[in-house]
């Protein structure tokens, strides 16, 4: 959507939190920096402000399980530069830079840091009213030793990152024990695959799922391919929707959605709009419940995200018998 406009919700969004008692505020960005993320950073900041004028962004989308890194301030794809890869030629929002400061104009770059100690040092430093940090990580200490020093800064420090930050801010948050990750409700166990993502990782995931030959309790659905870029990908998210429809109806209780466009149609077409996360199937890939109109078991995955084996583990996951 329009920046302005995504600047607006998110700002709304985060003035929902000023009534609530020791709420937490992380935004959620795409790893590779698809879609309006500074007009996100923008409206964030600007809400915050208004109770906690010193409020700063920390934003580090690296997800080191996912091959996403940041390096001397640039963001990576398995060591490649991301505007040089699949997101670079995105249908809907490419990445056209690799630079965290081009990309949040404003930011300022700061090192990767080994400790919590180092981090506060760094984001103290520089963590002026109104500032936009972008912090290099490439390894999973990098981003827990981000994670506590945010959560040390409290209100002030607000983060902005993919699922990969988001795992250890949950560590550094939790208030309770761990608990097992819940099983999916698997009724029926009848899954439909939806592949709304023109990424090629994707369209490798399928060809390896459909290579092993048929499963009665799996129906793929592909959209086609975008032959110079000529489809429009809403309208080929649309249609694939239409077609799920059909397949809930004859009594489809398992969707795997591959690309966050398909995910949306499929969703609004059948009408849900709340999702309960239970946790996740593979790396990557959370499992989620809808609870209206009627109860499907959900599982979501970015376009470019996995190995050409993902798609298979993930049914495997979901379809197998108790």
Not at 20 to 41: E, I
Not at 212 to 234: I, N, S, W, Y
Not at 276 to 294: C, H, K
Request: glycine residues 10%; hydrophobic residues 45%.
């Amino acid at each position: 959507m329009p920046g302005a406009d995504a600047a607006h919700l998110t700002a709304a969004a985060v003035a929902q939190l000023a009534g609530v008692p020791h709420g937490r505020l992380y935004l959620k960005v795409d790893s590779t920096l698809r879609g309006s993320v500074a007009a996100q950073v923008a409206g964030a900041l600007a809400e915050r402000r208004r109770t906690h004028p010193d409020a700063f962004a920390v934003v580090c989308p690296a997800y080191p399980a996912m091959g996403r890194t940041v390096s001397g301030g640039a963001l990576l794809v398995d060591g490649v530069p991301v505007h040089e890869t699949a997101a670079g030629t995105d249908p809907v929002t490419p990445v056209t830079t690799p630079r965290l400061a081009d990309l949040v104009p404003g930011g300022i770059t700061l090192p990767a840091p080994d400790t919590c100690a180092d981090a506060l040092a760094a984001l103290d430093a520089h963590g002026e009213p109104g500032a936009v940090l972008c912090v290099d990580a490439t390894t999973e200490q990098h981003l827990a030793a981000l994670a506590a020093a945010v959560t040390g800064l409290g209100a002030r420090a607000i983060p902005v990152g993919s699922a990969g930050l988001a795992r250890h801010l949950a560590s550094a948050w939790r208030a309770e024990p761990t608990r097992a990750t819940p099983r999916a409700p698997l009724s029926g166990r009848r899954a439909v695959v939806v592949r709304s993502s023109a990424n090629a990782a994707s369209r490798e995931q399928v060809a390896r799922l459909l290579a092993a030959g048929p499963d009665p309790r799996v129906t793929v659905l592909e959209a086609p391919d975008r032959a110079g870029g000529d489809r429009d990908p809403v309208a080929v998210a649309s249609e694939l929707a239409g077609r799920v429809l059909t397949e809930v109806a004859a009594g489809a209780d398992t969707l795997v959605l591959l690309g966050g466009d398909g995910a949306e149609a499929v969703l609004d077409r059948l009408g849900h709009t709340t999702l309960r996360v239970l946790g996740s199937v593979v790396e990557g890939v959370p499992l989620l419940q809808t609870t209206t109109p009627a109860p499907l078991t959900v599982a979501t995955k970015a376009g470019g995200f996995g190995a050409a084996d993902t798609l298979t583990a993930i049914l495997e996951e979901l379809l197998e018998e108790e």
